[in-house]
């Protein structure tokens, strides 16, 4: 079992940046990527941003690319979604997740098997 924490979730005006932080522990030596997904109220879940816990490849939705980074910590089990330029169109619930699948990266939550209970971003002025 691999138990996730997600923290960083605040209010902030449009334009704002944040930085998310999800605490990994547990069974991460099975962990091949940790990914960062959103669901706003009567929207499906959006996988955002993941990266590879063996060579630390990323991937990011059309949607961020180029406001949002993520990285990780692999000392302390961390990984962060630095968000840059929000918009109010960010406001959801955040989520990471972990996935035991080997290979290519993925954004889809199907491949994730641990998820943590979500952190709030409010973006509004």
């Known amino acids: 079992q691999v138990q996730l924490v997600e923290s960083g979730g605040t209010w902030v005006r449009p334009g704002g940046s944040l930085r998310l932080s999800c605490a990994a522990s547990?069974?991460?030596?099975?962990?091949?990527?940790i990914g960062w997904f959103r669901q706003a109220p009567g929207k499906v879940r959006e996988g955002i941003s993941c990266?590879?816990?063996?060579?630390?490849?990323?991937l990011y939705a059309d949607s961020v690319r180029g406001r949002f980074t993520i990285s990780r910590d692999s000392v302390k089990n961390v990984v962060y979604l630095q968000m840059n330029g929000l918009k109010p169109e960010d406001t959801a619930l955040y989520y990471c997740?972990?996935?035991?699948?080997?290979?290519?990266?993925?954004?889809?939550?199907?491949?994730?098997?641990?998820w943590g209970q979500g952190t709030q971003v409010i973006v509004s002025s």
């Open positions: 997740a972990a996935s035991n699948l080997a290979g290519q990266i993925k954004l889809w939550p199907v491949f994730y098997d641990y």
């Open positions: 547990g069974g991460t030596a099975n962990v091949f990527a």
């Open positions: 990266i590879s816990t063996s060579d630390d490849s990323t």
